[in-house]
Protein backbone atom coordinates (compact mmCIF):
# COMPACT_ATOMS: atom_id res chain seq x y z
CA UNK A 1 0.00 0.00 0.00
CA UNK A 2 0.75 3.68 0.00
CA UNK A 3 3.33 4.88 2.54
CA UNK A 4 5.92 7.28 3.61
CA UNK A 5 9.59 6.41 5.46
CA UNK A 6 11.21 8.99 6.88
CA UNK A 7 14.46 9.51 8.50
CA UNK A 8 14.25 8.85 12.35
CA UNK A 9 15.23 11.83 14.84
CA UNK A 10 15.62 13.64 16.82
CA UNK A 11 18.07 15.93 14.93
CA UNK A 12 20.18 18.37 16.64
CA UNK A 13 21.94 20.63 15.00
CA UNK A 14 23.90 24.07 15.66
CA UNK A 15 22.44 27.92 14.64
CA UNK A 16 23.17 27.67 10.40
CA UNK A 17 24.42 24.50 9.91
CA UNK A 18 23.05 22.44 7.12
CA UNK A 19 19.42 20.49 7.04
CA UNK A 20 18.93 17.26 5.46
CA UNK A 21 15.65 14.82 6.43
CA UNK A 22 15.24 12.07 4.24
CA UNK A 23 11.89 10.81 2.84
CA UNK A 24 10.83 8.21 0.58
CA UNK A 25 7.61 7.13 -0.45
CA UNK A 26 5.78 3.97 -2.12
CA UNK A 27 2.37 4.42 -3.99
CA UNK A 28 0.60 3.54 -6.85
CA UNK A 29 0.14 6.09 -9.15
CA UNK A 30 1.45 9.64 -9.08
CA UNK A 31 0.78 11.01 -5.46
CA UNK A 32 1.46 14.74 -4.18
CA UNK A 33 4.06 15.27 -1.61
CA UNK A 34 4.34 17.47 1.16
CA UNK A 35 6.33 18.81 4.04
CA UNK A 36 4.42 19.85 6.93
CA UNK A 37 5.50 21.22 10.30
CA UNK A 38 4.39 20.98 13.66
CA UNK A 39 5.54 23.41 16.57
CA UNK A 40 4.73 22.10 20.10
CA UNK A 41 1.48 21.85 21.10
CA UNK A 42 0.02 22.87 17.50
CA UNK A 43 -1.39 22.05 14.79
CA UNK A 44 0.15 20.94 11.24
CA UNK A 45 1.18 23.70 8.92
CA UNK A 46 2.40 23.31 5.50
CA UNK A 47 5.54 23.71 5.12
CA UNK A 48 5.77 23.34 1.18
CA UNK A 49 4.65 21.36 -1.40
CA UNK A 50 5.41 19.37 -5.21
CA UNK A 51 2.52 17.94 -7.48
CA UNK A 52 4.41 16.06 -10.37
CA UNK A 53 8.02 14.87 -10.91
CA UNK A 54 10.60 17.13 -10.87
CA UNK A 55 9.14 19.95 -9.07
CA UNK A 56 10.44 21.73 -6.65
CA UNK A 57 8.74 22.83 -3.62
CA UNK A 58 10.18 25.88 -1.66
CA UNK A 59 9.18 27.71 1.62
CA UNK A 60 11.33 30.00 4.16
CA UNK A 61 14.37 29.01 3.07
CA UNK A 62 13.09 25.11 3.28
CA UNK A 63 12.95 23.24 -0.43
CA UNK A 64 12.24 19.44 -1.69
CA UNK A 65 12.70 18.06 -4.78
CA UNK A 66 10.32 15.35 -5.89
CA UNK A 67 12.39 12.81 -7.41
CA UNK A 68 9.88 10.25 -9.17
CA UNK A 69 13.84 7.91 -9.96
CA UNK A 70 14.67 7.33 -6.31
CA UNK A 71 10.28 7.89 -5.23
CA UNK A 72 11.99 10.53 -2.38
CA UNK A 73 11.26 14.16 -1.29
CA UNK A 74 14.24 15.20 1.03
CA UNK A 75 13.59 18.44 3.11
CA UNK A 76 16.79 20.37 2.48
CA UNK A 77 17.87 23.95 4.38
CA UNK A 78 21.30 25.60 3.65
CA UNK A 79 21.27 27.58 7.25
CA UNK A 80 18.58 26.45 10.18
CA UNK A 81 17.66 28.91 12.78
CA UNK A 82 16.56 28.38 16.55
CA UNK A 83 12.97 29.00 14.74
CA UNK A 84 13.12 26.01 12.84
CA UNK A 85 12.81 24.20 16.13
CA UNK A 86 9.99 21.94 15.13
CA UNK A 87 8.85 18.27 14.16
CA UNK A 88 8.98 17.88 10.29
CA UNK A 89 6.28 15.45 8.63
CA UNK A 90 6.51 13.88 5.11
CA UNK A 91 3.09 13.15 3.62
CA UNK A 92 1.65 12.45 0.39
CA UNK A 93 -1.72 12.47 -0.96
CA UNK A 94 -3.11 10.14 -3.59
CA UNK A 95 -6.77 10.49 -3.45
CA UNK A 96 -8.87 10.54 -0.74
CA UNK A 97 -6.36 10.66 2.36
CA UNK A 98 -3.10 11.81 3.76
CA UNK A 99 -0.47 9.29 4.55
CA UNK A 100 2.58 10.62 6.84
CA UNK A 101 5.38 9.97 7.77
CA UNK A 102 6.46 9.09 11.29
CA UNK A 103 7.74 12.84 12.04
CA UNK A 104 11.69 13.77 12.89
CA UNK A 105 12.35 16.27 16.20
CA UNK A 106 14.62 19.12 14.99
CA UNK A 107 16.29 20.90 17.70
CA UNK A 108 18.67 23.99 16.74
CA UNK A 109 20.94 25.64 19.60
CA UNK A 110 22.19 28.60 19.40
CA UNK B 1 -7.90 34.54 6.80
CA UNK B 2 -10.85 32.29 8.62
CA UNK B 3 -8.97 28.76 9.63
CA UNK B 4 -10.26 25.55 10.62
CA UNK B 5 -11.62 26.05 14.37
CA UNK B 6 -11.63 23.05 16.88
CA UNK B 7 -13.69 22.15 19.75
CA UNK B 8 -12.64 21.83 22.46
CA UNK B 9 -9.21 22.72 22.86
CA UNK B 10 -8.41 20.35 25.32
CA UNK B 11 -10.50 17.55 26.98
CA UNK B 12 -10.24 15.25 30.11
CA UNK B 13 -12.65 12.39 30.58
CA UNK B 14 -12.36 9.41 32.30
CA UNK B 15 -12.99 5.76 31.11
CA UNK B 16 -16.07 4.53 29.99
CA UNK B 17 -17.19 8.12 29.31
CA UNK B 18 -18.14 9.51 26.04
CA UNK B 19 -16.78 12.66 24.58
CA UNK B 20 -17.66 14.72 21.35
CA UNK B 21 -15.23 16.42 19.56
CA UNK B 22 -16.13 19.38 16.92
CA UNK B 23 -14.99 20.64 13.99
CA UNK B 24 -15.67 23.71 11.69
CA UNK B 25 -14.35 23.86 8.50
CA UNK B 26 -12.78 26.89 6.42
CA UNK B 27 -16.06 28.67 4.59
CA UNK B 28 -16.96 27.06 1.50
CA UNK B 29 -14.73 23.72 2.16
CA UNK B 30 -17.58 21.10 1.61
CA UNK B 31 -14.68 17.71 2.73
CA UNK B 32 -13.45 17.21 6.85
CA UNK B 33 -11.19 14.82 7.36
CA UNK B 34 -9.98 13.51 11.11
CA UNK B 35 -7.04 12.26 12.20
CA UNK B 36 -5.56 10.75 15.25
CA UNK B 37 -2.15 11.41 16.59
CA UNK B 38 -0.89 9.55 19.98
CA UNK B 39 2.46 10.83 21.57
CA UNK B 40 5.14 11.01 19.89
CA UNK B 41 3.56 9.30 17.16
CA UNK B 42 2.75 10.34 13.01
CA UNK B 43 -1.00 11.62 12.32
CA UNK B 44 -3.26 8.16 11.75
CA UNK B 45 -6.17 8.91 8.98
CA UNK B 46 -9.63 8.07 10.78
CA UNK B 47 -12.67 8.63 8.50
CA UNK B 48 -13.64 11.70 5.83
CA UNK B 49 -16.60 12.98 4.66
CA UNK B 50 -17.49 14.67 1.68
CA UNK B 51 -20.40 16.87 0.93
CA UNK B 52 -22.14 15.00 4.34
CA UNK B 53 -21.57 11.33 3.35
CA UNK B 54 -18.90 9.12 4.65
CA UNK B 55 -16.24 9.33 1.55
CA UNK B 56 -13.33 6.79 3.06
CA UNK B 57 -12.88 5.14 6.54
CA UNK B 58 -9.14 4.20 7.73
CA UNK B 59 -8.54 3.04 11.20
CA UNK B 60 -11.45 3.97 13.39
CA UNK B 61 -12.54 2.15 15.89
CA UNK B 62 -16.14 0.67 16.29
CA UNK B 63 -16.80 2.49 19.48
CA UNK B 64 -16.07 5.91 17.45
CA UNK B 65 -18.69 7.51 15.29
CA UNK B 66 -18.69 10.66 12.87
CA UNK B 67 -20.79 12.73 10.56
CA UNK B 68 -20.91 16.07 8.91
CA UNK B 69 -24.06 18.63 9.01
CA UNK B 70 -25.60 20.82 6.58
CA UNK B 71 -23.09 23.53 7.65
CA UNK B 72 -20.30 20.96 6.80
CA UNK B 73 -18.78 21.43 10.41
CA UNK B 74 -18.39 17.58 11.83
CA UNK B 75 -18.38 16.07 15.05
CA UNK B 76 -16.77 13.01 16.28
CA UNK B 77 -18.27 10.75 18.93
CA UNK B 78 -16.49 8.50 20.91
CA UNK B 79 -17.64 6.35 23.60
CA UNK B 80 -16.30 3.77 26.14
CA UNK B 81 -13.26 5.88 26.19
CA UNK B 82 -10.18 3.92 27.25
CA UNK B 83 -6.70 4.79 28.57
CA UNK B 84 -4.96 4.28 24.36
CA UNK B 85 -7.64 6.93 23.27
CA UNK B 86 -5.45 9.68 24.71
CA UNK B 87 -4.45 11.39 21.69
CA UNK B 88 -4.47 14.91 19.43
CA UNK B 89 -7.02 14.28 17.19
CA UNK B 90 -6.96 16.67 14.15
CA UNK B 91 -9.55 18.12 11.76
CA UNK B 92 -8.25 19.15 8.41
CA UNK B 93 -10.42 20.62 5.36
CA UNK B 94 -10.31 20.93 1.99
CA UNK B 95 -12.31 22.46 -1.03
CA UNK B 96 -11.73 23.69 -4.20
CA UNK B 97 -8.66 22.37 -5.99
CA UNK B 98 -5.47 25.15 -5.81
CA UNK B 99 -3.70 26.23 -9.03
CA UNK B 100 -1.42 23.14 -9.00
CA UNK B 101 -4.70 20.59 -8.96
CA UNK B 102 -4.21 20.08 -5.36
CA UNK B 103 -6.78 19.47 -2.57
CA UNK B 104 -4.32 20.76 0.18
CA UNK B 105 -5.39 20.29 4.00
CA UNK B 106 -6.02 22.49 6.43
CA UNK B 107 -5.16 21.48 9.46
CA UNK B 108 -7.41 22.30 12.61
CA UNK B 109 -4.91 22.90 16.12
CA UNK B 110 -6.48 20.20 17.17
CA UNK B 111 -8.19 18.63 20.65
CA UNK B 112 -6.07 17.18 22.42
CA UNK B 113 -7.97 14.76 24.81
CA UNK B 114 -6.65 12.96 28.17
CA UNK B 115 -8.35 9.67 29.19
CA UNK B 116 -8.19 9.07 32.78
Known amino acids: GDSVTQMEGPVTLSEEACLTI???????????LFWYVQYPGEGLQLLLKATKADDKGSNKGFEATYRKETTSFHLEKGSVQVSDSAVYFC?????????FGTGTSLTVIP | AAGVIQSPRHLIKEKRETATLKCYPIPRHDTVYWYQQGPGQDPQFLIS???????DKGSIPDRFSAQQFSDYHSELNMSSLELGDSALYFC???????????????FGPGTRLTVT
Open chain 2, 92 to 106: ATTGQRDDSGTYEQY
Open chain 1, 91 to 99: ALYTGNQFY
Open chain 1, 22 to 32: NCTYTATGYPS
Open chain 2, 49 to 55: FYEKMQS
